[in-house]
């Protein structure tokens, strides 16, 4: 199944010269777009309140990356897949990567884990960016560097590691309060 797949999406590769540029993008330079997504999140301009709860929502997504990189270094010792075009030679590969182990898939976790943890408190914001996290795994496949197994792993590790940070923003208003004491309102709002 995970070849057929795999096939089948990729299969798509090379007929199509806009869409490969736009996959070859979104595989390989939209998971930078997080950092300014979280940069965009905790300097937003709004009421204290509001921008108090989105800078620990943007800390909530941090802390869900690291957790995901926690996740996905262990899932990757357990579990070694070959990338598919070391072992599939019908690959069509459409960007240049090394041969290292291909599970779970990196960028996905990462968008997935920032996007779980924005959804839970910012839907529409959250929203865009699990759309923008399917995409990127789609990306994936298509340009001939995961396996569906691998952005599926991925986005597992992803989601759960989001949605156990998300669970800890009402925790951060504390130390958010206590630190807004000593640091501008431009870079830290009061809860």
């Known amino acids: 199944m995970n070849d057929r797949v795999q096939d089948l999406v ?58 995901a990189a926690l996740g996905g270094m262990v899932a990757g010792h357990l579990y070694h897949e070959a990338r598919p075009f070391v072992s599939d030679l019908s690959t069509r590969q459409l960007i240049g990567h090394s041969a290292d182990n291909s599970f779970p898939s990196d960028h996905t976790w990462f968008a997935f884990a920032a996007g779980t943890a924005i959804v839970w408190w910012r839907r529409l914001v959250g929203a865009l960016a699990l759309v923008v996290a399917l995409l990127i795994g789609f990306a994936r496949v298509f340009v001939g560097v995961h396996w569906p197994v691998d952005i599926l792993a991925g986005a597992l590790i992803g989601l759960v590691a989001g949605s156990l940070a998300a669970w800890t923003v009402p925790w951060w208003t504390g130390l958010q309060r206590w630190g807004a004491r000593f640091l501008p309102s431009l870079l830290l709002a009061r809860p």
């Open 10 to 67: 990729n299969g798509m590769a090379r007929h199509v010269g806009p869409l490969d540029q736009v996959m070859k993008f979104s595989a390989a330079d939209l998971v930078f777009f997080v950092a300014p997504l979280l940069l965009l999140l905790w300097f937003w301009p709004a009421p204290s309140a509001a921008r108090a709860l989105n800078q620990r929502v943007a800390g909530a997504a941090l802390i869900g990356i690291l957790i």
